[in-house]
């Protein structure tokens, strides 16, 4: 089984920075993608950022390319999503999500271990 735990989220400006975490219990996090997503108030939830399990490979939402970096460190059990440049509209509930998976899918069902979430406030 595996446990994801989010750290990270808090109240920032508009222009500043945040870095989430998500670590991993078990033995099999090297195996997992590893996804963020987030849900805005009164929003569907969103992909935001995914990286495959060896971190070769990451994709983004068009909305945070250029501004999010995702990394992973498989001998920490962990990985690292850096926010810059962040906007009032990035404000919303971060999760990561695990699964064993040969892809980097965009789709939260098919993802199957997820953190309690973590809170990320802009204000303008």
């Known amino acids: 089984q595996v446990q994801l735990v989010e750290s990270g989220g808090g109240l920032v400006q508009a222009g500043g920075s945040l870095r989430l975490s998500c670590a991993a219990s078990?033995?099999?996090?090297?195996?997992?993608?590893i996804t963020w997503f987030r849900r805005a108030p009164g929003k569907e939830r969103e992909f935001v950022s995914g990286?495959?399990?060896?971190?070769?490979?990451?994709n983004y939402a068009d909305s945070v390319r250029g501004r999010f970096i995702i990394s992973r460190d498989n001998a920490k059990n962990m990985v690292v999503l850096q926010m810059n440049s962040l906007k009032p509209e990035d404000t919303a509930v971060y999760y990561c999500?695990?699964?064993?998976?040969?892809?980097?899918?965009?789709?939260?069902?098919?993802?199957?271990?997820w953190g309690q979430g973590t809170q990320v406030t802009v204000s303008s």
């Open positions: 999500a695990g699964g064993i998976l040969g892809w980097l899918p965009v789709r939260a069902s098919d993802y199957t271990y």
């Open positions: 078990g033995r099999t996090f090297s195996a997992l993608t």
């Open positions: 990286i495959n399990r060896s971190g070769g490979i990451t």
